[in-house]
């Protein structure tokens, strides 16, 4: 059976092991690691079996596959670690591959696989499906309630603050990659929805800050040869506003779906 090992310890990392520990998610994590060793030991000691916490070195030496859970920051260094022990990777922050292509030929190089669940998104499998053909263009629209987007990169440079908005205001319209620099821990599904049809240059995304809503909403457009595809989705958060439950879902899913002998879906 594939062993687990997790780096990062925030919303999501403690998610995962909530869901181990409680048997929604089989496959065994065997260590974790994280940037704040307080923090995540403080967290490991509130589980009735946790598992052990070590180097980010012993984590790659003794899991089959690594769960970056920690931000796109670590993604490059954690990629070229793992891939050149002969491990595989899961990359949450998929959005630093928009900046660092290398780490896809690093995988191929060293015939290992990077997993990218789907995150906060549905349809990405229609989308994949289109881009065989001919896409004519991909609009994604997300909706967030002010504190999820407060302190963002693209607002900070600008001195915004969204804290005292009074009503729904578009902050941000531009391309999936000025998105995901501008917005990392926001729209990190822009990304995804990039890799699956068109590329980060040609998906459009927007983002509007909301008074008062509690959910992270996206609204997909995609257009083509194929057809029409609207996709809209409306995600509850977790304890992290900037992160939804249904990314936390579709990762555990992803690692259950790793042994499962059917495999469904594009």
């Known amino acids: 059976m594939t062993t687990i090992g997790i780096v990062g310890c925030g919303a999501v990392g403690q998610a995962l092991l909530k869901a181990s520990e409680s048997g929604a998610m089989t496959l065994p994590i065997i260590g974790i690691t994280s940037r704040t060793d307080e923090t995540a030991k403080a967290f490991l000691a509130t589980l009735k079996n946790p598992p052990g916490y070590c180097s980010r070195d012993e984590l790659i030496a ?65 989308i994949k499906s289109a881009s065989s053909g001919r896409i004519d263009h991909v609009t994604m629209t997300t909706r967030k309630p002010l504190k999820a987007l407060e302190g963002s990169p693209y607002l900070v440079e600008r001195g915004i603050s969204v804290l005292g908005f009074t009503e729904e205001q578009e902050i941000f319209s531009g391309t999936a990659r000025e998105a995901c620099k501008g917005f990392p821990a926001n729209v990190n599904v822009s990304a995804a929805v990039s890799f699956a049809g068109i590329g980060p240059d040609k998906t459009r995304i927007r983002i509007f800050a909301v008074p008062g809503l509690e959910r992270n909403c996206h609204d997909i457009l995609v257009e083509g040869e194929f057809g029409r595809l609207h996709i809209e989705i409306e995600n509850i958060p977790t304890e992290n506003p900037r992160t939804g439950r249904l990314t936390v879902m579709s990762i555990i899913t992803t690692l259950q779906g790793i042994e499962n002998p059917l495999q469904i879906g594009t």
């Open 62 to 126: 003794n899991a089959d596959l690594m769960v970056e859970a920690a931000g796109g920051d670590v993604v490059p260094d954690l990629a070229r670690a793992t891939f050149e022990a002969g491990k595989d990777l899961m990359a949450i922050s998929i959005g630093a591959l928009l900046d660092h292509p290398e780490i896809l030929e690093m995988a191929k190089e060293r015939g290992c696989k990077l997993y990218a669940p789907s995150g906060a998104i549905a349809g990405l499998d229609g």
